[in-house]
């Protein structure tokens, strides 16, 4: 019999990754709650006639690696980890944190650090995905730390998270393409504009995009997806944005966060709560003040901030703007171990221009 975690399975390993026969496929997890998707895409792997390597653990010790490591062991890399990043083709990650709190004590000129030495790590990887040497994909199953951040019963979270994932469809697959076709015709029309203006509550904001490549997100990286994202020119953003929706970032949080950007770089920012690593975050490196991403968010079945990026990012009627590093397949070139991506509801008289032409208004695509 075809269970959820098996339909699941089939998503990441034949959509997401698209994992072919000799390929090696890292299978990563660190909970034993993702067990019953980590067995099904393990299976899954198998039947592909490619090779598992399993990453897994059952509880995430980042929090204890912050407390004690020194300096040293903050800036090692590990050279197996490293020769993984430059040799495996597939990466699966699957997430199903006990609790969603571990790091909000953390160390923050420590978490800062150790951030800012994994950079290597993350941009090895773009630049493969960029080549199409390599793929990845990140996911997530229902856990009670979940369900909590989101302020649900364990069961309202788990049919929100399957809803999100049309895994409540028969073909959830068909629905993904779905989505692409129609994101693909927006990303076609801006990859022919010049400028992009974010207008809304304490915000406007302007984009240099020329150049850059719009790209449709429908399940290849992200699963929930749902959105239209580039990488701005990296000296051509001028303006202020205000983010309306709390602000969560491993572990933290920051709300009322109000940014003040000036030829590409954030030259003054505010928040109403969580200014302090807001501040911490944005001097991580030489990159985290610049702008890395900006996205249109379009998955309607996720309405409200759950506390979990990888849902709320895709909010439909939403933006989203990263602090950090780009993206190399856009044409990005911003490079950092910060990649904050803060969202901003648009429903309430939001509007975006391409070259002065109105594209979006109240949270929907008019073109």
């Known amino acids: ?12 390993v034949d959509y997401s990754t698209n994992v072919q026969k000799g390929d090696l496929v890292q299978i990563r997890a660190a909970s034993v709650y993702a067990k019953d998707l980590v067995k099904a895409v393990y299976k899954r792997v198998i039947e592909k006639g490619a090779h598992p390597i399993m990453r897994t653990s059952f509880e995430d010790f980042s929090d204890i690696f912050i407390k004690y490591a020194s300096d040293e062991q903050l800036d090692y890399i590990d050279p197996i980890v490293k020769l993984e990043y430059e040799t495996i083709n597939k990466f699966i990650s699957i997430g199903a944190p006990m609790n969603t709190k571990n790091m909000a004590r953390a160390d923050l000129n420590k978490l800062s650090r150790r951030s800012k030495a994994s ?7 773009m630049e493969r995905s960029a080549k199409g040497e390599a ?20 069961d309202e979270y788990s049919e929100f998270l399957f809803n999100s994932c049309y895994l409540n ?12 076709e129609k994101q693909t015709k927006w990303a076609n029309y801006l990859n022919n504009v010049k400028k992009v203006r974010i207008v809304g509550d304490r915000t406007d904001i302007t984009f240099g995009v020329e150049g850059r490549k719009w790209i449709s997100c429908s399940g290849l990286n992200n699963y929930p997806d749902g959105e239209v994202f580039t990488s701005p020119v990296e000296d051509d953003v001028n303006g202020e944005i205000y983010f309306d929706f709390p602000q969560n970032y491993r572990g933290n949080s920051a709300t009322g966060v109000h940014l003040w950007v000036e030829n590409g770089k954030i030259i003054k920012f505010e928040a109403d709560t969580g200014r302090d690593y807001l501040e911490a975050m944005l001097n991580m490196d030489e990159g985290s003040k610049n702008i890395g991403e900006i996205a249109i968010g379009t998955n309607d079945e996720i309405q409200e ?5 990888l849902f709320d990012e895709k909010i439909g009627g939403s933006i989203h703007m990263a602090v950090g590093a780009s993206y190399p397949e856009t044409g990005g070139k911003n490079v950092s171990g910060l990649h904050w991506d803060m969202i901003k509801n648009m429903k309430n008289d939001g ?8 594209i979006y208004e109240n949270g929907k695509f008019i073109i």
């Open 351 to 358: 509007k975006i221009f391409a070259d002065d032409i109105l």
């Open 1 to 12: 019999m075809r269970t959820i975690w098996d339909k699941y399975a089939e998503v990441l």
């Open 305 to 309: 901030v759950t506390g979990n990026i």
């Open 169 to 180: 469809l028969d073909d959830p697959v068909a629905k993904l393409r779905e989505l692409d």
């Open 135 to 154: 793929s990845w994909v990140v996911a997530d199953v229902p856990t009670h730390g979940l369900a909590q951040e989101a302020k649900m019963s364990f």
């Open 119 to 125: 950079q290597i790590l993350s941009k090895m990887l």
